[in-house]
């Protein structure tokens, strides 16, 4: 059995562990826990070591999220080992959201990537389907990987 780590990382209060707990099929959360694990930078290379994929949550209503993500596109995929295609860019939009889905103006540097909206309350299953095509292409990079290493071992 293959397992891949994933990070989902972004600004706070931008949905993370409920889009986690959600795609996971974990017990909701009522209310709002800050995660206290992902606070400290000090922390970051840990988490960071031997991850095959970082999804990239921020709330798409709060202007300060679009510059935010940038940082961490940068401190979690580009001085990492990562591809752009090991990154999934998800623009959660919060119960009662007015925000709209459509492009946003992001970075130069985020353009590449992938980009989803999510809504839990108006389609929940559009953002399931989307991050198990995500999950499908970590897999398919972890199995290449471990094939590669395997024969690498053999000749």
């Known amino acids: ?73 940068s401190c979690f995929v580009q001085q990492q080992p990562l591809q752009d295609s090991q990154c999934l860019l998800i623009a959660h939009h919060k119960p009662g959201s007015a925000a709209q889905k459509g492009s946003l103006p992001l970075a130069p540097s985020l353009s590449k990537l992938k980009l989803v909206h999510s809504n839990l309350e108006e389609d929940p299953e559009g953002i399931r389907a989307e991050f198990i095509k995500y999950l499908k292409t970590i897999i398919s990079s972890v199995s290449e990987n471990r094939d590669r290493e395997e024969l690498s071992i053999i000749t």
Request: glycine residues 6%.
């Open 1 to 73: 059995m293959l397992k891949a780590k994933i990070l989902f990382v972004g600004p706070c209060e931008s949905g993370k562990t409920v889009l986690a707990n959600f795609l996971t099929e974990s017990s909701d959360i009522a209310e709002y826990n800050p995660t206290q694990g992902v606070r400290f930078e000090a922390c970051w290379p840990a988490l960071m070591k031997d991850a095959q994929g970082v999804v990239i949550v921020f709330n798409a209503d709060v202007p300060s999220h679009l510059q935010e993500i940038e940082m961490w596109h």
